[in-house]
């Protein structure tokens, strides 16, 4: 028996902002965008949609997948850098929706790289034995914290979430090799500013004055970081696999940039046509990037059974990492 993912499920708003939407309010273009990012659209949350709406409609979803009931649940993690709130936890919020009284919950932020930080925490969960099975949820309220001024990073994001459902299995070898990796050095290259303790009042009342939260990047250092640590944790999970690229049938990598995964996949020799993407529809949903894209590429038929997986992320903080499955 190895520890497999069982179902997936995702939720995708329905308003879609286009290119040429953003045309109109920001100095840019389709082509402008397209070209150095690879991204056609967006999908934004409708007003008073939080985080937890989106993640609980992909959980009930991937429960529906897996054939499984919400009471069969044992624990809960959510990776989100965009909670309904500081607490109580996201995964709570979505706990109650579902119904999964059974489930300890709480939520991992390790932006982009979230869903795989939380996907591999659960594995070692189930395969302790400490729960039989777990739902893990990447979900992400981007539009809320985007700087819709900012050209540099508004045409990046979008708002979506995904889920998958963790088990024992007796069909294949499951999940076998992970890669997680941080670097803190790296912090001041993307972040979230007038977002926590360090830009709100104090004790005393005094304020930053920072107002609305906002992501800020440096786009130059993200791009050569993500390409460098993408590939080297490519290779490590890889290596502990007893795999070789040529071995993968599909790729389901984090989506931020186009030209990053196309630069990674050249160093490795993966052909992009072995890569599951989405993000020309979806553009960068942070954490809930990869579930969303396994969950497409699972309910259009192109993962089959034996099928060799591989995800890769990076995310702010600096975080990034790979694993390999057998489906």
């Given at each position: 028996?190895?520890?497999?993912?069982?179902?997936?499920?995702?939720?995708?708003?329905?308003?879609?902002?286009?290119?040429?939407?953003?045309?109109?309010?920001?100095?840019?273009?389709?082509?402008?965008?397209?070209?150095?990012?690879?991204?056609?659209?967006?999908?934004?949350?409708?007003?008073?949609?939080?985080?937890?709406?989106?993640?609980?409609?992909?959980?009930?979803?991937?429960?529906?997948?897996?054939?499984?009931?919400?009471?069969?649940?044992?624990?809960?993690?959510?990776?989100?850098?965009?909670?309904?709130?500081?607490?109580?936890?996201?995964?709570?919020?979505?706990?109650?929706?579902?119904?999964?009284?059974?489930?300890?919950?709480?939520?991992?932020?390790?932006?982009?790289?979230?869903?795989?930080?939380?996907?591999?925490?659960?594995?070692?969960?189930?395969?302790?034995?400490?729960?039989?099975?777990?739902?893990?949820?990447?979900?992400?309220?981007?539009?809320?914290?985007?700087?819709?001024?900012?050209?540099?990073?508004?045409?990046?994001?979008g708002d979506g979430a995904g889920a998958?459902?963790?088990?024992?299995?007796?069909?294949?070898?499951?999940?076998?090799?992970?890669?997680?990796?941080?670097?803190?050095?790296?912090?001041?290259?993307?972040?979230?500013?007038?977002?926590?303790?360090?830009?709100?009042?104090?004790?005393?009342?005094?304020?930053?004055?920072?107002?609305?939260?906002?992501?800020?990047?440096?786009?130059?250092?993200?791009?050569?970081h993500a390409v460098l640590s993408m590939?080297?944790?490519?290779?490590?999970?890889?290596?502990?696999?007893?795999?070789?690229?040529?071995?993968?049938?599909?790729?389901?990598?984090?989506?931020?940039?186009?030209?990053?995964?196309?630069?990674?996949?050249?160093?490795?020799?993966?052909?992009?046509?072995?890569?599951?993407?989405?993000?020309?529809?979806?553009?960068?949903?942070?954490?809930?990037?990869?579930?969303?894209?396994?969950?497409?590429?699972?309910?259009?038929?192109?993962?089959?059974?034996?099928?060799?997986?591989?995800?890769?992320?990076?995310?702010?903080?600096?975080?990034?990492?790979?694993?390999?499955?057998?489906?």
């Open positions: 028996m190895n520890v497999s993912i069982i179902g997936t499920g995702s939720y995708l708003p329905e308003r879609i902002l286009t290119n040429d939407d953003l045309a109109k309010t920001v100095d840019t273009s389709d082509e402008w965008i397209f070209t150095r990012t690879g991204i056609r659209q967006r999908h934004i949350a409708r007003d008073g949609e939080a985080t937890s709406d989106m993640g609980a409609v992909a959980a009930q979803r991937a429960l529906e997948s897996a054939g499984i009931r919400p009471t069969d649940i044992g624990m809960i993690i959510v990776a989100t850098s965009t909670p309904d709130m500081c607490f109580p936890n996201t995964a709570c919020l979505i706990q109650n929706r579902i119904g999964a009284v059974n489930a300890f919950c709480f939520d991992m932020e390790a932006a982009c790289s979230g869903f795989l930080f939380a996907m591999e925490t659960a594995r070692r969960f189930v395969e302790s034995g400490a729960v039989a099975t777990a739902l893990v949820v990447g979900a992400e309220k981007f539009s809320c914290i985007t700087d819709w001024t900012d050209r540099d990073t508004c045409v990046l994001f998958v459902v963790i088990r024992r299995s007796d069909h294949g070898k499951g999940m076998m090799s992970a890669v997680l990796r941080s670097d803190g050095r790296l912090s001041d290259a993307l972040k979230v500013e007038c977002s926590g303790s360090r830009s709100q009042a104090g004790y005393q009342g005094d304020s930053s004055g920072c107002g609305r939260p906002r992501i800020r990047m440096n786009g130059r250092e993200v791009f050569k590939t080297e944790s490519i290779r490590e999970a890889l290596d502990k696999s007893g795999l070789t690229a040529a071995d993968i049938d599909w790729e389901i990598p984090h989506q931020a940039n186009v030209r990053i995964l196309e630069s990674v996949n050249s160093k490795l020799g993966i052909p992009m046509e072995k890569c599951c993407l989405n993000l020309h529809n979806v553009g960068n949903i942070s954490a809930a990037s990869v579930p969303v894209a396994l969950d497409e590429a699972v309910r259009a038929g192109l993962i089959k059974r034996g099928h060799k997986l591989l995800f890769v992320v990076a995310g702010a903080g600096f975080t990034w990492g790979a694993a390999v499955m057998e489906w």
